[in-house]
């Protein structure tokens, strides 16, 4: 059986609920260690720090796993918008809310291009927290900023998405698509960044600060 069917069929067990995440990373890394065997023959594909059966394997593994944070992103900005009390920060809520949808839809469109049907996947505890988080209408804009903010960062985040971008060969379609994903995300941080040092004054502060000692 060849190995971009068999982790085709791995991704579809796991995504049904028949296998645990634990079978599914086992059962990933042994086709992994053939895939490690194929890269050295020319066979395998190696990025962000995986060996996988294909290109396309590559592919269609990123798509699945960014579809579904790009689907909580959705929901957690469109409920921040609804609680969201300051006035100058709700055209970019509203615009980021509305490129993680777009970026759902895409990515199914693409997989679905690709032949792997998308279907729903529990959200993981992290990510559903992350939406709790946005969505709660106790915790000021401000600091919400200053979360996001701590994790939603800069250049160190996307290399190795832009490194794996380089690195396809075959599936122009599905490179460029990543591309622009990644324009895109870059823009919402930059903006997220710039809303949250406004909000924040005592971060200008302490930067102050620091650059005078
Ligand atoms: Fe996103």
């Known amino acids: 059986m060849n190995r971009?069917?068999?982790?085709r069929q791995l991704l579809?067990?796991?995504r049904k609920g028949i296998i645990s995440e634990a079978t599914f990373e086992k059962e990933m890394a042994g086709l992994e260690g053939e895939s490690a065997?194929?890269?050295s023959n020319g066979s395998g594909f190696c990025a962000m720090g995986r060996t996988y059966p294909s290109e396309r394997a590559a592919i269609t593994s990123y798509l699945e796993r960014v579809r579904a944070g790009e689907s909580m992103g959705a929901q957690g900005f469109n409920q921040w918008l609804q609680v969201c009390k300051t006035e100058c920060i709700r055209s970019g809520l509203r615009m980021i809310a509305e490129r993680e949808a777009y970026h759902v839809r895409v990515f199914e469109a693409r997989l679905r291009d690709l032949g792997v049907q998308p279907a729903a996947a529990a959200p993981s505890e992290e990510l559903s927290k992350f939406v709790q988080m946005l969505a709660?209408?106790?915790l000021p804009d401000n600091r919400k900023l200053l979360k996001l903010t701590a994790s939603y960062d800069s250049e160190e985040l996307w290399r190795p998405v832009r490194e794996f971008v380089?690195?396809?060969?075959?599936?122009?379609e599905s490179k460029e698509l990543i591309r622009l994903y990644v324009e895109d995300e870059t823009s919402s941080g930059n903006w997220l960044r710039m809303a949250c040092k406004a909000l924040n004054p005592q971060l200008q502060e302490t930067a102050a600060a620091a650059r005078m000692n």
């Open 136 to 138: 709660s209408p106790d």
């Open 37 to 39: 065997e194929g890269a």
């Open 4 to 7: 971009d069917f068999e982790f």
């Open 12 to 14: 579809r067990a796991y």
């Open 166 to 172: 380089d690195l396809i060969k075959e599936d122009l």
